[in-house]
């Protein structure tokens, strides 16, 4: 099994873009919950 450098990026990435849009999501619900 060979461990491609872009594969771990792109997973890396991945992972980092959901902690990223996790905040934002709740951060959006919060906002539309006071309007």
């Excluded at 996790?22 to 951060?27: A, D, G, N, Q, R």
Aim: proline letters at 6%.
């Amino acid at each position: 099994m060979s461990t491609e450098p872009w594969a771990m990026n792109a997973a890396s990435e991945g992972r980092l873009a959901m902690e990223v849009l996790e905040p934002v999501e709740m951060l959006a619900k919060v906002r539309s919950v006071r309007r």
